[in-house]
């Protein structure tokens, strides 16, 4: 069955009693936003583990009693074939495949679309009318009133990638304004980076000036989250990019004065280092969710680490 990711997001009815949830697409940062929230619904309907696999021959079929139910999140579709998936509906556990568009998929995503017990969910970029039910349910979770030149602007002007487009939204709920004028708008949605964005491109500095830019610019939890989900960004365009060609044609426009720094950064992660770079995300995720007051101690570890896993 198809299920509109959507709807994951802004809490609409969308039943969480399936055995396989498949994420795709080609927009990354709703893939990871999708991921990352479907995992919270389900462990907050049931007792449930987490297990990160990289394919199905990871998978230990054997069922022990007196383990808990486990979700299994995989990213590599290698050796998913009919039989062995039949299997995989016998026990407890719950799978979530992460798979980017390609060929090798297609078949695979056809196979689950056709299954009552699955659920597909298709990540592209925002068009308008996802924007806008995003900006609507923002509006009004928030209690935000917003002037009708300020609404349009920010319809016109939000990012098409997820993780900008919250970015900017968060932004403007920082603000606590009891009515948000064109005038606050303009002044926060911009095509420059911000303040503490531009701490990514400090990467190659020496850790001295990297401390110390970085007391400066991340003063507030909300300025580290925002920092963190900015370079989350560039990580997951490093992870899922094959070529250098297809990085180049998603670093974002206004970003060409760094667009040089930015292919050398990728130029210096092979596979291993990908996959090394996937697990710091999600160590870094796991200590957000968890240990969120300290989150200006956790996101500038992960700046130093990216750096060490980086350059060497």
Do not use: H
């Not at 002007?157 to 709920?173: P, R």
């Not at 964005?197 to 400090?202: A, P, S």
């Not at 990019?241 to 050398?264: A, M, T």
């Amino acid at each position: 069955m198809r299920a509109d990711p959507l709807n994951v997001i802004l809490e609409e009815k969308i039943s969480l009693d399936k055995k396989f949830y498949l994420i795709s697409g080609n927009e990354v940062t709703l893939i990871e936003k999708i991921l990352n929230l479907l995992i919270k619904k389900l462990k907050k309907a049931s007792p449930i583990t987490l297990e990160n696999i990289q394919n199905i021959k990871a998978y230990d079929s054997q069922v022990n009693l007196f383990s808990d139910k486990k979700i299994y999140v995989l990213r590599d579709s290698k050796g998913l074939e009919k039989q062995v998936i039949e299997k995989m509906e016998q026990g407890t556990d719950l799978f979530i495949f992460v798979f980017e568009n390609s060929p090798k998929i297609k078949t695979l995503k056809s196979s689950f679309l056709k299954r009552n017990d699955s659920y597909v969910l298709d990540c592209y970029e925002l068009d308008k009318g996802s924007r806008r039910k995003l900006l609507n349910n923002f509006i009004n979770v928030n209690g935000i009133n917003i002037d009708k030149e300020a609404y349009w602007f920010l319809l016109e002007k939000l990012d098409s990638k997820y993780i900008f487009f919250e970015n900017d939204l968060n932004k403007i709920k920082d603000l606590n304004f009891k009515y948000i004028t064109i005038d606050e708008v303009k002044k926060l949605i911009t095509v420059e980076t911000g303040k503490n964005e531009k701490l990514f491109f400090y990467l190659f500095k020496n850790n001295k000036d990297i401390v110390n830019s970085y007391k400066d610019k991340t003063l507030t939890i909300s300025d580290a989250n925002n920092f963190y989900y900015y370079c989350k960004f560039f990580l997951l365009l490093i992870i899922s990019c094959k070529s250098e060609d297809d990085f180049k044609k998603n670093i974002p426009n206004y970003l060409f004065r760094e667009k040089d720094f930015l292919i050398d950064v990728f130029k210096k992660y092979n596979d291993k280092k990908k996959k090394k770079l996937l697990k710091l995300i999600q160590n870094t995720e796991r200590f957000l969710r968890t240990k969120n007051e300290v989150s200006i101690l956790i996101v500038f570890r992960f700046l130093l680490s990216f750096k060490k896993l980086t350059i060497s």
